[in-house]
């Protein structure tokens, strides 16, 4: 990974639907554009929020294990397209 990420977010010891529930909430406030690095020691965790990016028009980047640690580079997306996909263009 050449770019360096702009905020790291600590998800070690979470599992499961936590890992993604804990990065929702944390990447909220952040503006879109963000490249956010993901850090767990889920096993499934490459699996888990690459499969969260794709529900939520979020991009993963690269997924790269180091040892037991997934270190997982996001860019943070509006989702609005996404949203738009699943409920249609009306109001």
Same mark, same amino acid.
């Given at each position: 990974? @050449?770019? @360096?990420? *702009?905020?790291? $977010? =600590?998800?070690t010891g979470k599992r499961?639907?936590?890992?993604?529930?804990?990065?929702?909430?944390?990447?909220? &406030?952040?503006?879109?554009? @963000?490249? !956010?690095?993901?850090?767990?020691? =889920?096993? #499934?965790?490459? !699996?888990? #929020? %690459?499969?969260?990016? %794709?529900?939520?028009?979020?991009?993963?980047? @690269?997924?790269? %294990? *180091?040892?037991?640690?997934?270190h997982l580079f996001i860019?943070? &997306? &509006?989702?609005? =397209?996404?949203?738009? &996909? !699943? $409920?249609? =263009?009306?109001?």
């Open positions: 990974m @050449t770019e @360096t990420a *702009q905020t790291r $977010i =600590d998800l499961c639907v936590l890992v993604t529930a804990a990065l929702s909430e944390a990447i909220a &406030s952040l503006p879109r554009g @963000t490249l !956010i690095e993901a850090i767990s020691d =889920d096993p #499934v965790a490459h !699996i888990l #929020v %690459k499969r969260w990016c %794709k529900d939520t028009g979020n991009e993963l980047v @690269t997924a790269e %294990k *180091q040892g037991n640690v997934w860019r943070k &997306s &509006s989702g609005l =397209d996404n949203c738009k &996909s !699943i $409920i249609g =263009d009306e109001p």
